[in-house]
Structures are given as C-alpha cells and as structure tokens.
C-alpha cells in the first residue's frame, strides 16, 4: 500500500480530501453527500422535473409513500434538496414541491477535443452559469492547455461574480484514460500528454475539488445518456466521428469501461490490411481510412492529382494546400459527386465495424456525433443501412441509427453528470474503484 501511495500522488490528494485506498489498492471515494442509490434516484428525478411533490416522486419512482418521506428527509438534512412552496396543480389540497438546493455548490465540465476546448458551468440542478468555446490545439500540450483551460474557469467566474463552493470538475480528454488515476496512456494523437498528472494539476489550481478525467468518447455517451436521444435507454453506444473515431458504451445503464478504461476503441479496429499507417502506428485501421484527418488527407491528395472535382479545387486553401473534412462535407451538401462518393465510402467502413458491435453487444441504438458525422442525412442512411445489411435480423429489430440530439454540449454535459454523479454518491457503483 505505501508503494502504491507513493507512486500514486492523485489517490494521496483524494484519499487526503474524501477517502482512503484500501488493501486491494480500491480507492474509497467518501462523497460529502453519500446518497443512498433510492436518494439518488429521487433526486434525479427532481432534477429532471425542476419540481416535484412527495405523491409526483412516488409515481415517477414507484417507490412507496413511506420510502419517498423518509427519502426527501434524509436529503434535505444533506441539504441537497429544499422546499419550494406549494403545488398549483388542480384538485385537492396543494402538497410541498421540492427542488434541488443550488446553493450547495456547482459543477464544471471540461471537454477537451482534437482541436477545440469547451466549458460549462452548472449549479447542482443544472442551470446554466456560463458556457465557452474556443479554437484549440491538444498538440500544445498539457502545461499550455490546462494553464488555459484554469485561468479561463477562473475569469468566467470572476465574471459572472460567482463565488459558492466548486463541487467537482469533470474534465474530458481524446485519448485513452486510465480512469482510475486520471492519467491519459499512450494517447495517439496527444503528444505531451501520456501520463501527465491531470488532476494534480488541476487541484492545484482548485483545491478540495474532486477532479475527475474520462475518455471524451465516454463522457459523450454519458452526456446523450442524461439529456439527449438516449434518455432512458439501458444500452447504446455513442459513436464519435471527429478528427478520430471512438465509441462510448452505455450497458444496462452504466457507463462501461472494460478492465483498464479503454474499452470502445474502435477507430483502431483494422478495417484494410493494406492500408494507409495510422497515428496508432497500425495499419489500416478505421480511423486512417474514414476519420476527419483521413477525409481531408484523400481529398487534399485527389485534388493535387486532379482527380477530385472542381468545387473542391476551388475550396483547396491556396496558401497551405489544405482542405478540411468540413469542406468536403460542404462540398457533398453542394451536390459534389466526388464529396458525396467519398463520405458514402466512410459511411460504409463505419457501419461495417458498426455491424459486428451490433452482433456482439445488441444495442438498443447507436447515436452519431462529432464534427463528421453533420456530414447530412445521406451519411446516417448509408451507415444505418450497412447496419442493416451486416447484422443479425434479430440485433436490428428495433435497433435505431440516430445523430446526436446535442451535438456540441454533449460532451461537457456528460463532464458535469459524470462527475456530480461522484459526488453526490460514494464510490459504491464502481465509477473510481477498479
Ligand atoms: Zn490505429
């Protein structure tokens, strides 16, 4: 165990703040809150509803009168939820309605893409406190990102005169996690990156905050789980299409990481033996073939060699040669044939590896984000119908092939319920024990 503590200077910070690691090297998380799962569940419900009654709570949960009553007191003595007057609602005597207690702290998320930072700050019931977005380069590497990523949390704050208690920071990153101690490994396209210490870093700068870091495939999942197309769906993946490809697993209405936290990979499934080198360092595999940089990389190469079209020679950016996958996909919404041809390549390489995920875990649905896949609706139909034709009849019965319903909040979204999920419960459902 001391090995284990020296080695591990994120657990010492956590075990200092909340917990301790045991024997068997679990890390303990002690939530300030320590929700019971029927705790949790009503409060998720009031928080979905903004209010609700005892007798609303006892429907939507279908837990009885007596466990709703001593429920709502238990979490009003942990101060997570108040009173807010009484119900409107027609008929008999008006009942006490109950809403989160958005004085007890906030949450932030942080999605950190490829070439893109986004942050959100919320109170406890979700409202929104500020929302930024901007250009940047995850090749800059760990010290100039997170220098960024804190003095902009720290002036959005100062801004908007906040000054309550930062519950957690849920932090999102494009590249494999180890997510019990935060570190990123091995991570292709994040030079700089691997093993860097995060959260330490950003304790530093937000002490006796959790800080939690995840895949960012896998705070998406989480994020279209909470409030986008798969509300209510026990099993999904969310497929991201970005410069990259990876997919985030929600089993029976969990977040599933596999043994080390990189289960979903599937950008670096090979799809052609004879492919193109990926960033991996493998060959062929789906991400060099019908990922963003791919996209751009055989459309900047047919266009050198004229063999693309003339709206994407006119949309060759003269001075530095390039072309975007956006480009393409606004040259195939343009009615481009070579754009639309090449998109529809990707569409099939996708859903074929899609396919066999199908046959393999049996989804409910599959939901689409990431900058490529706005490639329009000719590229959802293309890969829902190579799903269609790979798959068992009985895996895509009722199967659904969707794009995200909240394509660029849903990963700081799925940052700020990953993280308050922590906080607000001990580590009892497996999220920081390995
Ligand atoms: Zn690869």
Redesign the pocket.
């Known amino acids: 165990m001391q090995n284990y503590k020296d080695n591990h200077t994120v657990f010492n910070h956590l075990e200092e703040s909340f917990g301790s690691v045991d024997a068997k090297n679990n890390f303990t998380f002690k939530s300030p809150f320590a929700l019971s799962p029927i705790e949790k569940t009503i409060l998720q419900a009031i928080r979905k509803k903004t209010t609700l009654s005892k007798k609303e709570i006892s429907e939507i949960t279908g837990f009885s009168r007596t466990t709703v009553s001593n429920s709502v007191n238990s979490l009003i003595e942990k101060e997570t939820i108040l009173q807010a007057g009484l119900s409107t609602s027609s008929g008999g005597r008006p009942s006490t309605i109950y809403k989160l207690n958005d004085k007890k702290g906030l949450l932030l998320g942080v999605d950190i893409g490829a070439t893109s930072l986004d942050l959100l700050g919320t109170t406890l019931s979700g409202k929104r406190l500020f929302r930024h977005s901007e250009h940047a380069v995850i090749g800059d590497g760990p010290d100039l990102i997170l220098r960024r990523i804190c003095d902009l949390l720290h002036d959005l704050l100062e801004i908007k005169n906040i000054t309550d208690n930062i519950l957690g920071i849920g932090i999102g990153v494009p590249g494999p996690v180890d997510f019990n101690s935060g570190m990123v490994v091995s991570p292709?396209i994040m030079p700089g990156w691997d093993q860097y210490p995060i959260i330490e870093f950003m304790s530093q700068e937000f002490p006796d905050t959790l800080v939690v870091v995840d895949n960012d495939v896998n705070i998406m999942a989480i994020g279209e789980h909470a409030i986008g197309k798969a509300v209510g769906i026990d099993n999904f993946i969310y497929v991201k299409i970005g410069t990259g490809i990876g997919a985030g697993i929600i089993l029976n209405n969990q977040i599933f990481r596999g043994s080390e936290g990189c289960a979903g990979d599937i950008?670096?499934i090979c799809v052609d033996k004879n492919g193109p080198i990926?960033?991996?360092g493998?060959i062929g595999?789906l991400?060099?073939l019908a990922g963003g940089n791919a996209i751009s990389r055989i459309a900047e190469k047919a266009t050198f060699e004229g063999k693309s079209s003339e709206l994407l020679s006119e949309k060759l950016n003269k001075s530095t040669g390039t072309l975007s996958a956006k480009d393409v996909g606004q040259a195939a919404q343009e009615g481009d044939q070579f754009s639309i041809e090449l998109i529809r390549e990707c569409g099939f390489l996708i859903g074929d590896v899609l396919s066999s995920l199908v046959n393999f875990m049996n989804p409910q649905m599959i939901v689409l984000g990431g900058g490529v896949s706005n490639f329009g609706g000719f590229f959802l139909s293309t890969i829902r119908q190579t799903i269609l034709n790979r798959s068992l009849p009985l895996a895509t019965k009722n199967l659904e092939v969707v794009f995200s319903a909240i394509p660029n909040d849903v990963g700081v979204v799925g940052a700020i319920n990953l993280v308050m999920d922590i906080v607000l419960t001990a580590a009892m459902d497996g999220h920081i024990k390995k």
Request: hydrophobic share 0%; glycine share 10%; charged share 10%.
């Open positions: 292709p950008g670096h990926c960033s991996c493998n595999c991400e060099s």
